[in-house]
């Protein structure tokens, strides 16, 4: 491939990227796609996943381009589907519209496609190729690959610490450690999850929301871990509805009624020695309830059991120029015998917040996509 066709390719596929980046926290569990239709080096249709169930991008693209989509090159930023699920498969409908070369970033990991979308094409005398972009359609796509070869979500834990890695006070309160901007970005962080998890502890001390207020958004599912139901029938986690408090077996069945009676859902599962919800069978629920991103806001106990098992993806840190001394630090439930198994991360992005510092950090050990 020349370096002119190799450049061009990347230009439009970004370009698909970008779109599929607008269904962010509107598809899941299905993949966010965008694709984009090129004929003669000008662009005759675009359109992305918008929603779950609805149209796929290269529809979208194909209904805007019309008859120009005849003779066209597809950019799309995952493998055309092949199956039919909610909406007929895509692969044959580029062959039907006339659509002569298709250019995909990633083969779909679902075991349902994984590569049938492409030989549909290429029996059909298409030209064909994968790999554009490819690193980069993985990470936009980061959930559903999770999912699809991990069987649960792709994890991240969110928290606001002091400069000495406080989560809160001695006696729990941490309103507010870090500034405005900092909590508007947490709550971006929010809109983009399909689910955020909290543990009763939390739940208790801080009666929050966990809802989105600081910006535009969807709410996400609240997930509440409560082996014995001890979420007061009060609090505000329960308003509004769309929330769930897992609860381990042998609880209180009088009071998961009171709990449900008040909005919650009441979801019953196996207990771990210390009779918390075992977190394997926590995240493979999650996963059957369509969750792709989940958002761990819970404090020092939740956060250290998560990366005690591995789960955790990404950490999302905002720290405040702030010593708060004898607090809560953020993992210390987290034992550590020697500095050699000290849990490792890489700094992948630090942004500056009014003051305040946002980190994005990726354990050293996660599985690659």
Known sequence: MSNSRRRLDEHFMRMAL?????GTGLVSPNPKVGCVLVKEGAVVGWGYHKYFGGPHAEIMALDMAGRDASGS????????????GKTPPCAPRLVEAGVTEVVAA????????????????????????VGVLEEEAKWANRGFFRMTKLHRPWIVFKCAVSLDGMVALKNGESRWITNLRSRSAAHLLRSESDAIVVGVNTVISDDPE?????????????????????????AKVLDGGGCMIIATEGCDSARARALEDAGGEVVVLPRDEKGH??????????????????????GPSIASSFVREGFVDSFEI?????????????????ETAAMERA??????????????????????CSPAL
Do not use: Q
């Open 18 to 22: 970008s779109l599929a980046e607008r």
């Open 73 to 84: 090159t597809a950019y799309v930023s995952l493998e055309p589907c092949s199956h039919w």
């Open 106 to 129: 990633v083969i779909d990991p679902n075991p349902a496609v994984s590569g049938s979308g492409m030989k549909i094409l290429e029996a059909s005398g298409l030209r064909t190729s």
């Open 210 to 234: 966990l809802s989105v207020r600081y910006v535009e958004g969807r709410n996400p599912l609240k997930v509440v871990l409560d082996g014995n139901l001890r979420t007061p029938v009060g």
């Open 277 to 298: 919800p075992k977190l394997s069978d926590v995240l493979n629920f999650l996963t059957s309830r369509g969750v792709c991103y989940l958002l761990i806001e819970g």
């Open 318 to 334: 905002f720290v405040a120029p702030k010593f708060l001394g004898d607090g809560l630090p953020v993992l210390g439930h987290l």
């Open 343 to 364: 849990f490792e991360g890489e700094i992948r992005e630090a942004k500056s917040l009014d003051g305040d510092l946002w980190l994005e950090v990726r354990p050293k």
